[in-house]
């Protein structure tokens, strides 16, 4: 059994992070095919086709610099090409039919369809702990199928089961164009797969939008809510594509399509992420609002005592001057008391020696 340091490898940690920053970005796609699904614009094959421009000449120009010769048969990329464009017309034309969750759910068929072909292409081998949880993904697949057929006014579609047979049928096509392009992506170069995959995009592309979308596409009222979504989409696809070779080389097919799965949590719950996130964010700007009131509230407090505290101080300092003040009046009175029952003593003292000098001196006389 792997150890914890033996799994955190950064090998691992770079496929995870990777793969989850891939699922999110293919969420994103699918909620501007739902968006411009809404607007009643219905032209999958153009939505990809400017993906597939923006590949050919990025690309395109650095193969050129280099000056290399290629390392694979052209066709092979111009096969790849059209299983690719193919494989986007059918789930993007999906949206028309169904639910945006049914679409994410949907795309784990090409798990067991890319393990399947890598177990025959690339002789790759799977475990039975493997094959057992495509089992479980294949009986949610059934379920998710049975209950949009059962529940089709529940699912957001017009149709739910044709949009559920088109994704499936994508899927099928996304599990080959990956798998081709794992195989081509460590046997050829990825500069070189990216570029010709654009360039033999773009004209598929193209011949199958002037022969399937020419009336769709000047039917379009070309407003900013309408070219913000179709912009947006090709620019997230082309970061999608730029990205997916680099998963692949480090950890293969499955592991990418595992990792897509995730993009059900985004499709379904991000409303609720983002309301947390904004939930969280201002309590802890409430929080700190309150530390400051609290610290204010406390120097207010401190300045209140330290005046009280000075005011006792004055108010026990003029309490013993008038202690001492009155002490002194009540020393001055006694003292004076004292003078004169002093006086008094000695005045009668005096008389009464007087009086005896008068009588004994009367009596000798006599």
Sequence with gaps: MLSFKEFCTTKTLVALGLGQFLSLVITSTGFLSSELARRGINAPTSQSFLNYVFLAIVYGSIMLYRKQALKA????????SLVDVEANF??????????????MLLDCWSIPSVMVLTWF????????????????????LVMVVFSDVHAGDRSGGSS??????????GATLYAISNVSEEFLVKNADRVELMSLLGFFGAIISAIQISIMEHNEIKSIHWSAGAALPFFGFAVAMF???????ILLKISGSTMLNLSLLTSD????????YLAFAAVA????????????????????????????????????????????LLGSSKTGDSSKRDLASTSSMETGKASRTRMWEKMYGGSSHN
Excluded at 127 to 138: D, E, H, P
């Design 73 to 80: 048969k052209w066709y092979y990329y111009a096969i790849l």
């Design 90 to 103: 059918l789930v993007v034309k999906a949206y028309q039919y169904t639910s945006i969750t049914s679409v």
């Design 121 to 140: 292409f690339l002789s790759t081998k799977y475990r039975f702990k493997k094959i057992a949880g495509v089992v479980v993904c294949v009986a949610g």
């Design 160 to 169: 739910p089961h044709k949009g559920d047979a088109l994704v499936i049928a």
């Design 239 to 245: 970061l999608f594509y730029s990205l997916v070779p």
């Design 265 to 272: 949590m985004w499709a379904v719950d991000w409303a609720y």
């Design 281 to 324: 964010a201002g309590l802890v700007v409430y929080s700190g609002g309150d530390k400051e009131e609290d610290r204010h509230c406390a120097d207010v407090v401190d300045e209140d005592h330290e005046r009280s505290k000075h005011f006792d101080e004055e108010a026990c300092s003029g309490n013993r001057s008038k202690k001492t």
